[in-house]
């Protein structure tokens, strides 16, 4: 056996050094089970309803669906992928269809990047 396993250290090298990170640190912020956007919209829609429309039977109505449809689907869309609307919202600003130049000297639209450049 060797010094390095006999002593109870692991196998590997000198340089590499392990350092765990936080679940916190990597783990996506949710607020109900959706992000904030969604959470903050839901709310601010089913407050507009009830509040600034009136306590009427099809507000109520409108809310519950809010509440009681939307949300769930919400958050079991993020739960298959935290980053849902963000995808979604990018995914927006591309075109469905991109024809194909007939010639070098035609123009054709600017390519923007599918990964968001870090400001």
């Known amino acids: 056996m060797s010094l390095a396993l ?3 250290m692991s196998s590997r090298s000198p340089t590499e050094i392990a350092h765990p990170i936080h679940p916190a640190l990597v783990r996506p912020m ?6 904030y956007p969604i959470a903050i919209l839901e709310g601010t829609l089913v407050v507009a309803l009830l509040v600034g429309v009136g306590l009427h039977l099809a507000t109520i109505a409108l809310a519950g669906i809010v509440l009681v449809l ?3 689907v919400m958050a079991h869309l993020t739960a298959q992928d935290p980053h849902v609307t963000q995808i979604y919202l990018r995914s927006l ?3 469905d269809y991109y024809a194909p130049s007939v010639s070098v000297q035609s123009r054709h639209a600017a ?5 968001p450049r870090l400001r």
């Open 30 to 35: 949710l607020f109900a089970g959706v992000e």
């Open 6 to 8: 006999s002593s109870g």
């Open 111 to 115: 390519i923007r990047p599918s990964v």
């Open 70 to 72: 939307i949300h769930p």
């Open 93 to 95: 600003a591309l075109a």
